[in-house]
């Protein structure tokens, strides 16, 4: 085996396994484990906390991005806490602005927070605005799928019960006929705590990689 593919293969495997429990876990906590009732398709209604499959794998991609190592998982980790905290605030204020069917407080509070985002930089090199951006639109990402609460009214659902989703007034207008119609405010909760796991996930896809990747043989006298 050749020395690139040694170097490579480990993290490859580490990866790959860490993937597929990731998967079986987030999606499982979602729709069987903390869930507000069944569905009687064999799936449960989520509960409005809710861990988001995808999303990890952004934050565990800027982890690598960021150098792969320690600094890098506390760069990443402070980015999607600004990136988030900033999609939280400019929620409601898009909101309050212009409401449905007017999009355009949405984009006036995002103009104004990706301005201030990148204005940050200001504060030194240890603020990582190439993490905090995909942090900022995984909020965004999540708020449009899960019905836009806030913009449209109810559109979080209500009471997020089965009963709830029967009537279609309250079932909430996320995807999936409202299945994870989703308050705004859970929005931000799942997302940042689900880019944090992508944060734990890269740096223990990491140190396990390092560990099993074979080391060179020293030179020969």
Not at 63 to 89: H, S, W
Not at 154 to 166: Q, Y
Request: contains cysteine.
């Amino acid at each position: 085996m050749g020395a690139r593919a040694q170097a490579i293969l480990p993290l490859a495997l580490v990866v790959g396994v860490l993937s597929f429990l990731w998967t079986e876990f987030s999606l499982n906590f979602t729709f069987h484990w903390v869930t507000d009732g069944d569905l009687g398709i064999g799936l449960a209604l989520p509960s409005n906390f809710h861990l988001i499959l995808p999303t990890a794998f952004i934050s565990w991609g800027m982890f690598f991005m960021a150098g792969g190592d320690n600094a890098a998982f506390g760069k990443v980790l402070v980015a999607c806490i600004f990136g988030t905290v900033a999609a939280l605030v400019t929620m409601p204020l898009a909101f309050s602005t212009a409401d449905l069917p007017d999009f355009w407080g949405i984009a006036l509070w995002v103009g104004i927070f990706a301005f201030i985002l990148v204005a940050i930089l200001i504060a030194g090199d240890w603020y990582y605005v190439a993490g905090t951006f995909p942090a900022f639109a995984a909020t965004f990402l999540w708020w449009i799928a899960t019905g836009l609460d806030g913009w449209a009214t109810n559109g979080g659902g209500v009471g997020n019960s089965i009963a709830a989703l029967g009537d279609p007034t309250t079932a909430g207008s996320g995807a999936f006929g409202g299945v994870i119609s989703t308050p705004w405010a859970y929005v931000w909760l799942n997302t940042l705590v689900t880019l944090v796991c992508g944060c734990i996930l890269g740096i223990v896809s990491a140190k396990v990689a390092a560990a099993i990747t074979p080391k060179p043989r020293a030179a020969e006298a």
